[in-house]
């Protein structure tokens, strides 16, 4: 695959983005309702986007991507997933690669993308979920796969796009969370469905969208959307909606954004995960807000960016998580927490927010090198519970059109 220019692509995007009205994607990549063109062999290609995630936290750790397309990481290290060649954890921002387009990180392995469209990976590895045909744990970047263009990453299994829009899946797969058919563990890449424009898994479940807006799901699911409290190991993918153009998979609650940018959520609701003002789980999918941009679900938390850039939070706030300046145990409807936001990610115990003048913020529990006014680092070891900044020139979310 030869390089790609993104800063072209991303132009190029842009442009059809004001034309088409289409959704910003922040967090993963969305995609519905998309004008279509011809090629020169006549058949029609679908226009998608993709935005890569510069920012990401994972389980006692995070990680950016600076302006300059390098990556740094810092935190807890134990099985190699800072990627700087040990398992020493480390508190400071450690340099690991240049050239880096997107990084995912959801538990202890960590999955980067490069500018060239290669995938590299490296920490835990003990269910084959780096990919490469072994489980030995890598405490280095380690090359995949070329032509990948989206990834994302669940605790014990990895999901990639490549450039055709073809679905790839590997590692931990006993409730069929790769979506192959089995339920043994996959070692290396495989195909696993094509037309895909997103992907996103958390846990042992995984959710697709196809060109045409449609919802597919797979692994460890309640697929009766109406019977939140049946789980089932789904082993191939299954149709569950249509007209959607984000989603985010949580620890047991599912968030996704239809194509006229309302937002829906299903599934538990025990810690006001859901945002209705209760901590009831409703059956079916039920309407959270409008103008929603991009949605993150975590193990017990939703973050939502709106289209005005503000973002906003609710779940179980343990350690100040969801940012609201309290250590109030329950946010159960959706609260205000900062304003000119472009990415947002959730890890363990952490978050982090990118603003759209490329100041990373944070706040949770995580050892943040915060620096003070004299551009120096200083080390906070406490619960933080509103957003704080801890460095600037990271990079935004690079946009480009792939074509199926």
């Known amino acids: 695959m030869k390089a790609v220019n993104y800063n072209m692509l991303r132009l190029k995007y842009n442009n059809i983005f004001i034309l088409i009205n289409f959704l910003t994607i922040i967090a993963l990549l969305g995609g519905c309702d998309y004008p279509s063109r011809s090629n020169p062999h006549g058949r029609k290609t679908e226009l998608t986007t993709i935005q890569g995630r510069t920012i990401t936290a994972g389980s006692g750790s995070a990680m950016f991507i600076d302006s300059n397309n390098r990556l740094f990481t810092w935190g807890q290290n134990e099985y190699g997933q800072l990627g700087d060649g040990t ?101 290396a890449p495989i195909h696993i469905m094509d037309n895909v424009v997103a992907v996103s898994c958390y846990g042992s479940t ?16 309640s697929f009766n959307l109406d019977d939140v409290t049946t789980i089932h190991n789904l082993l191939n993918p299954r149709q569950i909606m249509r007209d959607i153009a984000y989603v985010s998979v949580g620890g047991a609650h599912v968030m996704v954004i239809r194509a006229d940018g309302s937002l829906w959520a299903w599934g538990q609701n025990r810690v006001g995960q859901l945002g209705i003002g209760s901590v009831e789980s409703p059956s ?9 941009s991009s949605v993150v679900a975590g193990d017990s938390i939703t973050m939502a960016i709106k289209t005005d850039g503000s973002l906003w939070a609710w779940g179980h706030n343990y350690n100040g998580v969801l940012g609201v300046g309290t250590a109030e145990e329950l946010i159960v409807t959706p609260t205000h927490i900062m304003d000119d936001v472009v990415a947002v990610s959730h890890g363990l115990e952490t978050t982090l927010a990118l603003q759209q003048d490329g100041s990373l913020w944070a706040w949770g529990w995580l050892k943040h090198p915060l620096i003070d006014n004299d551009n120096q680092y200083t080390l906070s070891d406490d619960f933080i519970l509103y957003p704080t900044k801890i460095i600037d020139n990271v990079m935004l979310p690079s946009q480009l059109w792939i074509n199926e």
Do not use: C
């Open 87 to 187: 398992t020493t954890d480390r508190y400071r921002f450690t340099h690991v690669m240049n050239d880096v387009f997107m990084i995912s990180s959801r538990h202890v392995h960590t999955m980067a993308i490069r500018t060239d469209g290669s995938l590299w990976a490296w920490g835990d590895n003990w269910l084959g979920q780096l990919g490469d045909s072994t489980t030995i744990d890598r405490y280095s970047p380690l090359h995949i796969m070329d032509d990948v263009v989206y990834v994302a990453t669940g605790l014990s299994h990895t999901m990639a796009i490549k450039d055709d829009g073809s679905l790839w899946g590997w590692g931990s797969n006993l409730s069929g969370e790769v979506g192959n058919g089995t339920r043994d563990d996959q070692h």
């Open 206 to 221: 995984t959710m697709a969208i196809k060109t045409d807006g449609s919802l597919w799901a797979w692994g460890l699911f």
């Open 284 to 292: 079916g999918p039920i309407h959270i807000m409008d103008d929603v």
